[in-house]
């Protein structure tokens, strides 16, 4: 019995231990760029840009289709002329069908148009008074067709189609940039919980230890009754604060765990980062990289493109449209399998569609004017995009190129506030200080160590929003190139 105890104490033990994890913000950024639901999320989205692209590159490829009617079987009433009698009758009429075919298209994008070619074979086979067989053969049909008015969709498509890919790309990158600042803002947002934790663990312990000592000193009339109902009351604040700490310290460490896919059971613990020594942005650098990289770039290219091809097809449009088809190839008729073919007979077909609009009440017109307006409205966009965007980085990189100092400054107040309370409770332990005095320098001491926590974290969100928003890791010098499945 004490074994199978003992047993399960080591279990126990043991799975306790593999719920607690210590990360440091290099770690965190990996698994909320890897195992988030939000890294997830975006990948999903990229990878249906990614099946579309690749859908259009093989529209550009010769496709093959075989088109056919297995069986197809009918028993109907027909209307028949008798010319002895000269009268009209009802007779049924039964027919069975097969028919199957081969059709091969490539479209050119040079010219907008697109050759096709089909081969067939058909068997058709009545019965009423007279039964009979027929094959139908078409061996070879090529033709061509295209619209005449110089509106060229497959131009159009060439150039939006990588535009589509490139911003999905980026996205995906800026996507998981976003995840990484998340869980930045979460692993401080955790750090100063845990610190806060801490704090009110080391107040707690150090308000029971003043509060012996007043103890001691009140009962030899060496402080007030009023000091020492003060201090009995910071005591009692102390336990409340661990209280709030302890479960604002739990909460964050649920939302973290969640964010990057752990079990929220799991007792994370934080090594807090420094700054990177050395590291100074230049401002039209990192511009620079937002052009290259930023998706909304990107994306407001494509929507011009989209908007200046929507324009030429209403401006083609607009007065007439015209399109050719035309297609030679052999056909023949038999009532025998073999003979259908033989004597072979040519097949021609050629058609130009004209459409005119008469009166049709300026709907044309107006439509080319409205695919113009978002023409000129999609150009203003692409401005703004550009100006909003270089401004942001520009005021991340001031903001970021000053906080390195703000850290320094930080520590050094943390540095001086706890030497000021060091000092401060050691005056009170000899009585030469008061409880306000020494309650004064331990806030002072706490505020700073938040103070310099919250310094780090605004260093590090500066970094990672301009990582985000010019997709360009300043510690290894390279664009980040989130990896995909489909470049593994």
Same mark, same amino acid.
């Given at each position: 019995?004490?074994?199978?105890? $003992?047993?399960?104490?080591?279990?126990?033990?043991?799975?306790?231990?593999?719920?607690?994890?210590? =990360?440091?913000?290099?770690?965190?950024?990996?698994?909320?760029?890897?195992?988030?639901?939000?890294?997830?999320?975006?990948?999903?989205? $990229?990878?249906?840009?990614?099946?579309?692209?690749?859908? &259009?590159?093989?529209?550009?490829?010769? #496709?093959? %289709?075989?088109?056919?009617?297995?069986?197809?079987?009918?028993?109907?009433?027909?209307?028949?002329?008798?010319?002895?009698?000269?009268?009209?009758?009802?007779?049924?009429?039964? /027919?069975? $069908?097969?028919?199957?075919?081969?059709?091969?298209?490539?479209?050119? @994008?040079? &010219?907008?148009?697109?050759?096709?070619?089909?081969?067939?074979?058909?068997?058709?086979?009545?019965?009423?008074?007279?039964?009979?067989?027929?094959?139908?053969?078409?061996?070879?049909?090529?033709?061509?067709?295209? !619209?005449?008015?110089?509106?060229?969709?497959?131009? &159009?498509?060439?150039?939006?189609?990588?535009?589509?890919?490139?911003?999905?790309?980026?996205?995906?990158?800026?996507?998981?940039?976003?995840?990484?600042? @998340?869980?930045?803002?979460?692993?401080?947002?955790?750090? *100063?919980?845990?610190?806060?934790?801490? /704090?009110?663990?080391?107040?707690?312990?150090?308000?029971?230890?003043?509060?012996?000592?007043?103890?001691?000193?009140?009962?030899?009339?060496?402080?007030?009754?009023?000091?020492?109902?003060?201090?009995?009351?910071?005591?009692?604040?102390?336990?409340?604060?661990?209280?709030?700490?302890?479960?604002?310290?739990?909460?964050?460490?649920?939302?973290?765990? %969640?964010?990057?896919?752990?079990?929220?059971?799991?007792?994370?613990?934080?090594?807090?980062?420094?700054? /990177?020594?050395? *590291?100074?942005?230049?401002?039209? !650098?990192?511009?620079?990289?937002?052009?290259?990289?930023? +998706?909304?770039?990107?994306?407001?290219? @494509?929507?011009?493109?989209?908007?200046?091809?929507?324009? !030429?097809?209403?401006?083609?449009?607009?007065?007439?449209?015209?399109?050719?088809?035309?297609?030679?190839?052999?056909?023949?008729?038999?009532?025998?399998?073999?003979?259908?073919?033989?004597?072979?007979?040519?097949?021609?077909?050629?058609?130009?569609?004209?459409?005119? +609009?008469?009166?049709?009440?300026?709907?044309?017109?107006?439509?080319?004017?409205?695919?113009?307006?978002?023409? !000129?409205?999609?150009?203003?966009?692409?401005?703004?995009?550009?100006?909003?965007?270089?401004?942001?980085?520009?005021?991340?990189?001031?903001?970021?190129?000053?906080?390195?100092?703000?850290?320094?400054?930080?520590?050094?107040?943390?540095?001086?506030? @706890?030497? %000021?309370?060091?000092?401060?409770?050691?005056?009170?332990?000899?009585?030469?200080?008061? %409880?306000?005095?020494?309650?004064?320098?331990?806030?002072?001491?706490?505020?700073?160590? #938040?103070?310099?926590?919250?310094?780090?974290?605004? $260093?590090? =969100?500066?970094?990672?929003?301009?990582?985000?928003?010019?997709?360009?890791?300043? #510690?290894?010098?390279?664009?980040?190139? +989130?990896?995909?499945?489909?470049?593994?």
């Amino acid at each position: 019995m004490r074994r199978i105890a $003992y047993l399960l104490l080591i279990v126990a033990v043991t799975a306790s231990a593999q719920r607690r994890v210590v =990360l440091d913000l290099d770690r965190t950024v990996r698994l909320a760029t890897d195992s988030s639901l939000a890294a997830q999320k975006y990948q999903r989205v $990229y990878d249906a840009s990614r099946y579309q692209y690749l859908s &259009w590159l093989a529209s550009r490829k010769p #496709q093959f %289709a075989l088109e056919s009617t297995p069986i197809m079987y009918e028993r109907y009433m027909t209307q028949r002329y008798l010319s002895m009698e000269d009268i009209d009758v009802y007779r049924q009429q039964r /027919m069975f $069908y097969s028919q199957a075919g081969i059709t091969a298209t490539q479209t050119m @994008e040079r &010219w907008g148009g697109q050759f096709y070619g089909s081969t067939q074979l058909g068997y058709l086979r009545t019965f009423g008074d007279q039964n009979q067989t027929q094959f139908m053969t078409v061996p070879i049909t090529v033709g061509y067709k295209q !619209e005449l008015l110089f509106y060229n969709p497959l131009k &159009w498509a060439k150039q939006i189609e990588p535009l589509k890919l490139q911003a999905a790309e980026k996205t995906l990158a800026y996507g998981i940039e976003t995840a990484s600042e @998340e869980a930045v803002g979460k692993f401080f947002t955790l750090a *100063l919980a845990q610190d806060q934790l801490r /704090m009110a663990e080391e107040y707690l312990a150090s308000c029971d230890t003043i509060y012996a000592i007043a103890q001691r000193r009140f009962k030899i009339a060496s402080i007030s009754k009023a000091e020492l109902s003060i201090l009995e009351l910071e005591k009692t604040n102390a336990r409340t604060t661990l209280t709030n700490a302890r479960i604002s310290r739990q909460r964050a460490a649920q939302e973290l765990a %969640a964010y990057l896919g752990m079990e929220r059971t799991t007792d994370i613990e934080l090594v807090i980062p420094t700054v /990177m020594q050395s *590291l100074h942005v230049d401002a039209a !650098e990192a511009i620079q990289y937002a052009r290259e990289n930023n +998706p909304q770039y990107i994306s407001s290219r @494509e929507a011009v493109a989209e908007a200046r091809r929507d324009a !030429e097809r209403a401006r083609v449009e607009k007065n007439l449209s015209v399109s050719l088809d035309a297609s030679v190839g052999l056909n023949q008729v038999a009532d025998r399998f073999a003979d259908a073919y033989r004597h072979l007979l040519s097949q021609d077909m050629a058609t130009v569609t004209l459409s005119i +609009p008469l009166k049709d009440w300026g709907r044309r017109k107006n439509a080319w004017l409205a695919a113009r307006s978002t023409v !000129e409205a999609a150009e203003r966009a692409e401005q703004e995009t550009a100006r909003d965007t270089e401004l942001d980085v520009a005021l991340t990189v001031a903001d970021f190129n000053e906080r390195q100092a703000i850290v320094e400054t930080a520590r050094q107040a943390l540095t001086i506030a @706890e030497d %000021a309370y060091a000092q401060t409770l050691q005056r009170f332990i000899k009585a030469q200080a008061d %409880a306000y005095s020494l309650s004064v320098a331990q806030s002072h001491w706490q505020t700073a160590r #938040q103070n310099q926590i919250a310094s780090l974290q605004n $260093y590090w =969100l500066a970094y990672y929003h301009l990582r985000r928003l010019t997709l360009y890791d300043y #510690q290894r010098r390279q664009v980040i190139k +989130p990896i995909s499945r489909f470049s593994k």
